[in-house]
């Protein structure tokens, strides 16, 4: 079996010409079915959505002639810790990486103090949407995986600093796993990121009750992206006031 026939995969809608290939990296006790909905809802905008979690399948995306650009590596937890480091290091094919709720440290402890938790407690350490506990309970879950360590090595080599291609970082304001603040350092000052934090969203950012903005958020840097680097304005607001 081929890495592409291993690879869950989203595809834009018949007819449409795609815009662009995202590959998701799930994290610590997450599966690719976790982002069904997300693969869905960006496949809708006529992105490609691929989920990868092997090297040799991220590599084989990134140079695949048949991944239309920008190719961009979409990581969750741990593996935004490992988009990070891909784009640390160059990664040939890579346009630019979506990091969301980065760990910035070796671990953080269940909001019980505990050094594991039950099924409930870990869904609601990552989550308030039952759509999203009802799509990640399932085979492949792997409860209290947020207790464990972050290799260190993996957080070494997630230079953020060493990164040229452009970042968006998606936080959540209640992430009790990588906290807002310690987050909103490790990004502070980093040319081509912008960091976009989420109100009321906990640690699995992409699949929280926000989970529609979080995606608005995300085509509306791809279309940015799409149009240059440098990520021109699209949507601008205007100063106004009443006629005088």
């Known amino acids: 079996m081929t890495h592409a026939e291993t690879i869950h995969a989203w595809n834009e809608p018949e007819g449409i010409h795609p815009r662009g290939t995202l590959i998701v990296l799930p994290g610590r006790g997450e599966h690719p079915g976790a982002y069904e909905r997300f693969g869905r809802r960006l496949a809708t905008d006529a992105y490609r959505v691929r989920i990868a979690t092997e090297p040799g399948q991220v590599a084989e995306l990134l140079l695949d002639e048949a991944s ?5 590596l979409v990581g969750a937890d741990t593996g935004a810790l490992w988009a990070a480091s891909l784009a640390a290091q160059g990664a040939p094919g890579l346009d630019a990486v979506i990091l969301a709720g980065l ?3 070796p671990a953080a402890p269940p909001a019980t103090g505990e050094r ?16 999203y506990h009802g799509l990640l309970d399932r085979d492949g879950y792997r409860p209290g995986a947020l207790a464990e360590p972050v290799p ?24 009790t796993v990588s906290p807002l603040d310690a987050a909103r350092s490790a990004y ?13 969203t906990r640690h699995d950012v992409l699949n929280d009750t926000s989970h529609r903005t979080a995606a608005a958020t995300v085509v509306l840097f791809l279309e940015r992206l799409r149009l ?13 006031g009443s006629a005088a």
Do not use: K, N, W
Not at 116 to 131: E, F, G, I, K, W
Not at 158 to 163: G, K, R, T, V
Not at 192 to 199: I, K, Q
């Open 152 to 175: 260190p090595e993996l957080l070494s080599a997630a230079d953020l600093a060493a990164i040229t291609v452009p970042v968006l970082a998606l936080h959540g304001a209640d992430d």
């Open 103 to 105: 760990p910035t440290g």
């Open 116 to 131: 594991s938790v039950d099924r409930d407690q870990d869904l609601a350490l990552r989550s308030a949407c039952p759509t």
């Open 68 to 72: 239309d650009a920008p190719r961009v």
């Open 228 to 240: 240059s680097p440098a990520l021109p304005e699209i949507a601008r607001a205007e100063p106004h």
């Open 188 to 200: 502070a000052g980093l040319p081509g990121t912008r960091f976009v934090s989420l109100a009321d």
